[in-house]
Each structure stands twice: as C-alpha cells, then as structure tokens.
C-alpha cells in the first residue's frame, strides 16, 4: 500500500510551511492518517511515525538499523564528535567509556552542587521583586553542570565562559543547521557570533585539559572522570580533542533542556494553584525545614509526578533517523537511506493514549493507567542505546531544584504579560516574568 502523503504540501517546499506555521499542531494530527506519513521537508521525503509501537521499534528494538542520520551529520562538523552525535561503534564506546559519570553513586555526589546553586540564587532574591524566571533558570543549570564539571580554580573561568557562549552555541547551531548549506559559508553576524563562542569555548575546554594533563589529579569532576576514563577491552582512553567533544556535548545537551523544564514547571504550577499546594505540602513534610538531599529525592514523589508531566507537556519536538539496513514498519518497507522522524511530542499528545493530552494534570501518573502505557508512548528522553545519559542528573537537579526553591518561595506570574510558547525544536517561553514571593507557612 502507498504510504499516504500528510496534506498540506506545497510545491518545492514542501511541507516546511506547516512545519514551521503550525509546528506542534501539524505533527500532532498526523495521526489521523495512519502510522506511517510521509512529509517533505523542502525536497527531503520523510517518514513521520505516529504509533508507540514503530516509535519504540525505531529507537530500541531495530535501533541497530538506524542511525542518527541528516540533522546529526550537519552538527557534527559545527560541535564535535560528541556523544549525541557519534553514531554506531564509535558511540558505543564512547556511551560506554562516559557511563561511570552518570552512575548513580555520581549523581548523589553532585546534588549537593545542585542544592548550594539553587540557594544561592534563592538568596539573591528580594520579596515581591519581578524576576525573569527563564534567565534564573537558565543561570543556575549552567552553574550546575559546569560545577559537575570542572572543580577547579581555571574551571569558575570555564563556568563563565559557558555562560556566555553555551545560549550562542545552542540557538545559533540550530539556525545554521536548519539553513541551507551556503549560509553556513556567509560571513553574517549570527555566523560569526556561532564561531566566535565554539572558538572560545574550545581554548577554554583545551586548556583545562592541557592543565589536568600536567598533573593527573583526579578532582572528582566529571572532567576528570572522562580524562580518566579507560576502555574496559582496550584499555585505552580519549583523546585531548575527544574529551573537548564530550565536555561541548554535555554543555549543549544538558543546561537547556533542564533549565526549560524548570522554567515551564514553575509556570505551570502558578497556574495550577491545588498542584502548587500538593507539592508545598509534599516538599514540607519531606523536608521538615532542613536542605534537600539525595535521600529526599526518592521521596518526593508528587513532586515527580509534576517532573513527568512537564516532560510530557514541553518535551523535544522531533528526532531524526536514517535507514542503514532495509527494515519493515508495519506494512511499510523502507530501503536504507530513507529519513524516518520520531516525536515524543506527537507520542505525548495523542489522545488515544494520553486522556485530553493538553490537560496540565501531574494525576495522570499514579495508578494503572500510567504504569499501563504502551513503551513509545511517553519518551521524553528518548529510548534505547541513545536514551539521555543525562536523564536521572536532569530528573535529580529538577528534584533539588524545585524542593529547595518551593520550600521557601513563591513565584506568581505577573498580570498583563501573557506567556506565549515559541516553538523551535522544542518549546520555549516567549518570556516568563514572575514575581517572587517568600512563603509564609
Ligand atoms: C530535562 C532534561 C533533558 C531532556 C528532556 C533531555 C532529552 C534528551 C533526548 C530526547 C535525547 C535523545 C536524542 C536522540 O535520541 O537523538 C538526549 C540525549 C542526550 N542527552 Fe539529554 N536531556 C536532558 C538533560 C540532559 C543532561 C542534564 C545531560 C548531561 C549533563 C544530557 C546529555 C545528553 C547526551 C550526552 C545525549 C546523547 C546520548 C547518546 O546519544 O548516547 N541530557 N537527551
């Protein structure tokens, strides 16, 4: 049977007019056409999964099938050989030699960076001053994963770099890659500014690792754990350039994506008053007054229960995949080649397996109907040998984050400014103004 083409395309484009006018929208209602739809983006034919089922096929069970295809191909060159870029053998070890960072006993050792960032910005706060959440947000994610990364007295400098240039890096990377080829070569000032903040992002990262190199002191950091990290069967390390890869993936992947569920979680429990009062009674009984820790976080199990559905609310709009050995979806047999799109956010919004999936409603995850979900139906880190190293990091630093903020403070949206959603591959406030306003219990 012909794969059906979704409507709505236009001649040479495509469907890029849908994709970029109604974003979420268009995706979401694709699966009205069947499990298999194909998009053109510009001249590129696609293939738009719209069922768990071929979405947990294409990431876990055929994953070996795939790889990670157009989009990845086109950063690689801009950031590196990174994990969330490398593909086949190579990502393999690379994932293998880079788990022992994110190994539980690991993550408990940083939640103590995670807790002292998120009082320290809670101390700079005055009641009722109007803050930008989003840019909070943005600050403390950056201070939390450069601490996890760099301990040193040179790593601060690192920290502010990151700051700095990991916004460019992130907004810019996704312009050039969505641009045809000749922009990238175009002397432009959103160009430069992109090589300008990968240039000195670079010979902070180097130096760093020139200066480790010179001692071989194991600080504890997550640098120091990939410079020292050696492969089980070859006993060989990673190269000063890999390891420079590896530290730009970790900035890019991981301080967006968490400071943007931060931000739209205190967002939506504004909005949501009885959910904002479940989590303060949850976050004051656990707690009692004193610091989050580690062993709080298997505890606080509303509050988890918010974590996923913010996940589920504002997660990654699409991931590419390209066929490198023959496969079946269903009824579809596509030869290798072939550019086949995944989205947890079309999974997270379909109303066969999610009820009114635009509901804000952290409810949805007790009981049998969550535990009962078909695999693919809920994959805001994605799934299989590419899943999110940085998955439980991001959950605990969310965990810690949002206990220690709401244990003392408020934020209260301010009237007037709405809050818009501005979509590129994933959703971002158009701004987030909040008042903030201390407790009082
Ligand atoms: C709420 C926060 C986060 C979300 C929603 C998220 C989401 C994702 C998703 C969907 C993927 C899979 C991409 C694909 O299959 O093509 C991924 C991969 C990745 N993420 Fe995250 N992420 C988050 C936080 C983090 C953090 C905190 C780190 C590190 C500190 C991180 C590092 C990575 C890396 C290195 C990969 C590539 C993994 C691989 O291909 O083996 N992420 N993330």
Redesign the pocket.
């Known amino acids: 049977m012909p794969v059906p083409v979704a409507p709505g395309r236009w001649p040479v484009l495509g469907h890029t007019p849908a994709m970029l006018r109604r974003r979420f929208r268009f995706t979401s209602s694709l699966h009205t056409h069947g499990d298999v739809v194909r998009i053109y983006l510009g001249p590129m034919e696609t293939y738009f999964l719209t069922s768990p089922e071929l979405t947990h096929q294409v ?1 876990v069970t055929d994953g070996g099938s795939f790889r ?1 295809g157009a989009m990845f191909e086109k950063f690689r060159p801009l950031i590196g050989n ?3 870029f ?1 593909d086949g053998a190579f ?1 393999l070890r690379q ?1 293998r030699l ?1 788990q022992p960072a994110f190994h539980r006993d690991t993550i408990a050792r940083h939640t103590e960076i995670m807790a002292r960032a998120a009082a320290g910005l809670i101390r700079t706060w005055r009641p009722g001053e109007v803050r930008e959440a989003d840019h909070d947000m943005q600050a403390l994610a950056v201070g939390i ?1 450069g601490e996890a990364l760099f301990s040193t007295e040179l790593g601060k400098a690192a920290i502010e770099e990151a700051r700095r240039s990991i916004p460019v890096i992130v907004k810019y990377g996704m312009i050039r890659v969505l641009a045809p080829t000749f922009v990238e070569k175009l002397p432009i000032p959103a160009n430069r500014r992109f090589d300008d903040a990968i240039d000195r992002m670079r010979a902070i990262v180097l130096e760093l690792i020139e200066d480790w190199r010179a001692e071989q002191a194991d600080h504890g950091d997550l640098l120091s754990m990939l410079l020292l990290a050696r492969d089980a069967e070859t006993g060989e390390g990673m190269t000063d350039q890999q390891v420079h890869d590896e530290v730009i ?2 900035l890019t ?2 301080i967006e ?2 400071a943007l ?1 931060l931000s739209w979680l205190f967002h939506e429990i504004a909005q949501n008053p009885e959910v904002e009062q479940k989590l303060h009674d949850e976050v004051d009984e656990v707690l009692g007054g004193r610091q989050v820790t580690a062993g709080d976080v298997p505890q606080l199990v509303y509050t988890r229960q918010i974590i996923n559905e913010v ?1 589920r609310v504002y ?2 709009w699409i ?1 590419m995949r390209r066929v490198i050995k023959e496969v079946e979806l269903g009824d579809v047999r596509l030869p290798p080649g072939s550019e086949v799109i995944v989205s ?1 956010h079309a999974m997270h919004f379909d109303p066969r397996f999610h009820d009114h999936p635009e509901r804000f409603d952290p409810g949805r995850w007790t009981g049998e109907r969550a535990k009962n979900l078909p695999r693919g139906a809920y ?4 799934a299989g ?7 439980s ?2 959950i605990t ?2 965990t810690i984050v949002v206990a220690t903020i709401a244990a003392k403070w408020r934020l209260v949206p301010v009237p007037g400014k709405p809050v818009r959603v501005r979509y590129t591959t994933t959703a971002y406030p158009s701004r987030l103004p909040m008042t903030v306003v201390p407790r009082d219990r």
């Open positions: 990431l990670k990174g994990l969330a490398a990502h994932r880079m994963v993936t970790l992947a991981g994506t968490s569920a996940l997660p990654i991931l947890p994959v805001p880190f994605g040998t590419h899943q999110c190293i940085g998955n990091f991001a630093e969310i």
